[in-house]
């Protein structure tokens, strides 16, 4: 037998990531958070740096020849083999405004590869783990689901398609979502991190984003991946650390390559 793609103990590792970012994002939610803005305009909280932070401490003790990509605290060690690539709170907005949506991503990235993502739901008590390799698992508290899969959907005209916001598009990125949203049967915005964590569910269809940055996406390739899915940029090339940030899921191989033809860039 081959030897595993990601160690058992590394699974085990990023679930300590998770309980720590956890304890920290909670101590403050629903609990009057100052919140400031970024230079993007993007929220941030102490909340999230100190989610990052607890996370960053327990990598530093564990696997100090490990590489870090943190949405708050910069880069370490890039060039490592292991990189850690981790987003606190995805979903501020939510956070802020009370709802228990937000998520905590951690990806595991081998030479620029995802091969470990781990959307963690503090406030929900709900994880999904996708390791290469291996089916994608869900757990609510203690109890751990049987392997999920993605579900099969018969036609574009019966997708349903989510998205965090259609503000997260530019002007050409916009008309080229638009050919897509009014090819599906509905449209779910408000949904962040959590409808990727649906399609691997077999819950809904599609997921199309754009402007993400690696935190944002990579733990999602191998949690959608892990389920049966499919997950791309919009040029259909596999997410990677150094992606352009455009991403489209789906859970059935044909529908997303019916979305993938509409979001050509070249298609008027």
């Known amino acids: 037998m081959?030897?595993?793609?990601?160690?058992?103990?590394?699974?085990?590792?990023?679930?300590?990531?998770?309980d720590a970012a956890g304890i920290a994002a909670l101590r403050h939610f629903r609990a009057g958070i100052d919140v400031e803005l970024k230079a993007d305009a993007s929220p941030v909280t102490l909340a999230d740096?100190?989610?990052?932070?607890?996370?960053?401490?327990?990598?530093?003790?564990?696997?100090?020849?490990?590489?870090?990509?943190?949405?708050?605290h910069g880069n370490e060690q890039l060039d490592a083999e292991l990189v850690w690539v981790l987003d606190p709170i995805d979903g501020?907005?939510?956070?802020?405004?009370g709802i228990p949506l937000f998520a905590t991503l951690i990806a595991l990235v081998r030479d620029g590869t995802p091969i470990l993502g781990l959307n963690a739901y503090p406030a929900l008590g709900e994880r999904w783990l996708g390791v290469t390799g291996k089916p994608t698992r869900h757990w609510f508290g203690a109890t751990e689901s049987e392997?999920?899969?993605?579900?099969?959907?018969?036609?574009?005209?019966?997708?349903h398609l989510c998205t965090t916001s259609p503000d997260m598009f530019d002007?050409?990125?916009?008309?080229?979502?638009?050919?897509?949203?009014?090819?599906?049967?509905?449209?779910?915005?408000?949904?962040?991190?959590?409808?990727?964590?649906?399609?691997?569910?077999?819950?809904?269809?599609?997921?199309?984003?754009?402007n993400m940055q690696p935190y944002d996406y990579l733990s999602h390739a191998v949690v959608v991946a892990g389920a049966g899915g499919t997950i791309t940029d919009w040029d259909g090339r596999p997410l990677r650390i150094n992606s352009p940030g455009s991403v489209l899921a789906a859970g059935d191989t044909g529908r997303h390559a019916d979305?993938?033809?509409?979001?050509?860039?070249?298609?008027?």
Request: proline share 5%.
């Open 171 to 210: 002007a050409a990125d916009s008309a080229r979502y638009a050919r897509l949203k009014y090819a599906v049967r509905d449209t779910r915005f408000g949904t962040d991190a959590w409808a990727y964590a649906m399609v691997a569910s077999g819950e809904t269809d599609i997921v199309a984003e754009a």
């Open 147 to 159: 392997p999920l899969r993605a579900r099969a959907c018969p036609s574009l005209a019966d997708a």
């Open 49 to 72: 740096r100190e989610a990052e932070a607890a996370m960053r401490t327990l990598i530093a003790e564990t696997y100090p020849e490990h590489g870090i990509m943190g949405e708050e």
């Open 2 to 18: 081959s030897d595993p793609i990601v160690e058992p103990e590394l699974e085990s590792f990023a679930h300590a990531l998770a």
């Open 259 to 268: 979305a993938l033809t509409l979001l050509q860039s070249n298609q008027e």
């Open 92 to 97: 501020t907005r939510a956070f802020v405004n």
